[in-house]
């Protein structure tokens, strides 16, 4: 899909956790269950942050890199806000060919509103 593409474009430095200078921390958390994932993304900084979970992409580890997962979902390119302190959640649908492996999610947010884009994910997971 073409969000996993330009989702990965801005693929930086992945970690479960990123802070920016600006006093931000964002954490993305997955909780696999069967063929779902309910994803929650944290906002512990001091600024409001743009995000949408609908648009995180699925990741397949290989020997040597993370690699885009075809989903073909459908998503609204509309941007949502999560204040200091906040939560949110989302819950995604793997695919029913998913090859088994170790697997996870990144999303792209804006940190803070209107700045700069970051990129953080999941930890890992077994699925397929």
């Given at each position: 899909?073409?969000?996993?593409?330009?989702?990965?474009?801005?693929?930086?430095?992945?970690?479960?956790?990123?802070?920016?200078?600006?006093?931000?921390?964002?954490?993305?958390?997955?909780?696999?269950?069967?063929?779902?994932v309910?994803?929650?993304?944290?906002?512990?900084?001091?600024?409001?942050?743009?995000?949408?979970?609908?648009?995180?992409?699925?990741?397949?580890?290989?020997?040597n890199?993370?690699?885009?997962?075809?989903?073909?979902?459908?998503?609204?390119?509309?941007?949502?806000?999560?204040?200091?302190?906040?939560t949110?959640?989302?819950?995604?649908?793997?695919?029913?060919?998913?090859?088994?492996?170790?697997?996870?999610?990144?999303?792209?947010?804006?940190?803070?509103?209107?700045?700069?884009?970051?990129?953080?994910?999941?930890?890992?997971?077994?699925?397929?």
């Amino acid at each position: 899909m073409r969000t996993v593409v330009a989702l990965s474009l801005f693929l930086v430095a992945c970690t479960s956790a990123m802070s920016t200078g600006s006093g931000q921390s964002v954490m993305l958390t997955a909780a696999p269950s069967g063929t779902r994932v309910m994803l929650t993304l944290m906002n512990h900084g001091d600024s409001p942050i743009g995000y949408n979970l609908c648009t995180s992409g699925l990741q397949r580890r290989d020997p040597n890199d993370w690699v885009d997962v075809r989903t073909d979902e459908v998503c609204t390119m509309e941007l949502r806000t999560l204040q200091p302190g906040a939560t949110a959640t989302f819950e995604k649908t793997l695919p029913a060919n998913l090859t088994p492996g170790t697997y996870r999610y990144v999303t792209s947010v804006e940190q803070p509103v209107g700045g700069g884009h970051v990129v953080v994910a999941t930890d890992s997971f077994k699925a397929g």
